[in-house]
């Protein structure tokens, strides 16, 4: 058992204080929704390995009684394997497999264009002894200069908000990810926001997103976890003339939220689209 119900967590912060990584915050959703206190060991980039003892040289990282546990998953596996008495992240092992499906489409859809679209603010916002590197290998994993990669986002950003419509139909009729009360996917899918926050001075989504709601709430939780003073507000994005509807306003009219309950209900599309033949 943690000692003092207080588990050691490693944070990788910008100079705003902030927490940077994605995988960090899912993780420290992760702790605090098991019941644990944070005991945060502050830092940025460089110098992991020192104020880790040569333990790790990536976060996230926790330390429960003594015991190091590394990697977001591997810890959220831990965290759920040794205390399953306390709230479970992973309830049912069909949300670990939906969870990972959704993460692997998050980024894809978002989070990777939105680094392509804020790199030379991630750079700029982060501690100075950490800006050359951060620098040097965001500019290898993105195969150019971040100013280069960074230009032209205004003109890609509306794309990217329009690419969320599933996680807008998920969320729509539910609370969070997890239904009524929130497990790991709405940690791990948070992270990615968050993140954004920690970093982009230009905002991303409209101020009216229907994915506002979500974002808030799950922000709220573990006395206000995700509302920290150095984030920037992340919603205010307006629509310019030729650009793509920043979300779906006729959103909930087909598919899943379609109910056939007998003539009465399909009468009105059979007349607009004619007659089956």
């Known amino acids: 058992m943690a000692a003092n119900n207080t588990i050691t967590f490693y944070d990788l912060q910008v100079s705003t204080g902030a927490t940077i990584s994605p995988f960090v915050w899912a993780t420290k959703f992760a702790v605090r929704h098991k019941g644990f206190d944070l005991d945060i060991v502050e830092g940025g980039f460089t110098g992991i390995m020192n104020r880790t ?4 040289e990536r976060l996230p990282a926790i330390v429960d009684d003594g015991k190091w546990v590394l990697d977001s998953w591997g810890i959220v596996e831990y965290l759920d394997e040794t205390y399953p008495d306390r709230p479970l992240l992973i309830p049912h092992e069909s949300v670990a497999v939906l969870t990972r499906a959704l993460d692997a489409w998050f980024w894809g859809a978002a989070v990777g264009p939105w680094m392509r679209s804020y790199c030379a603010d991630y750079r700029d916002v982060c501690y100075e002894h950490d800006k050359e590197y951060v620098t040097s290998s965001r500019a290898v994993i993105l195969g150019a200069a971040l100013e280069d990669v960074q230009a032209g986002r205004e003109n890609r ?7 969320l419509e599933p996680l807008r139909m998920a969320l729509r009729e539910n609370d969070f990810l997890g239904g009524s ?24 989504l409209a101020s009216d997103d229907p994915l506002r709601p979500w974002v808030e ?3 709220a939780l573990y006395d206000g976890l995700g509302e920290h003073p150095g984030l920037f507000p992340i919603f205010g994005l307006e629509q310019r003339p030729g ?10 009219q087909g598919g899943i939220y379609k109910r056939n309950t007998g003539p009465a209900s399909t009468q009105a599309e059979t007349q607009k689209i004619g007659k089956p033949a």
């Open 157 to 163: 950003l509306a794309g990217i908000s329009a690419a």
């Open 217 to 219: 709430r799950v922000c």
């Open 53 to 56: 003892g040569g333990m790790t």
């Open 243 to 252: 650009d793509v509807d920043l979300f779906n306003r006729a959103a909930g």
């Open 181 to 204: 009360s929130p497990n790991y996917a709405d940690y791990r899918i948070i992270g990615g926001f968050l993140w954004l926050a920690s970093l982009a001075q230009t905002p991303a």
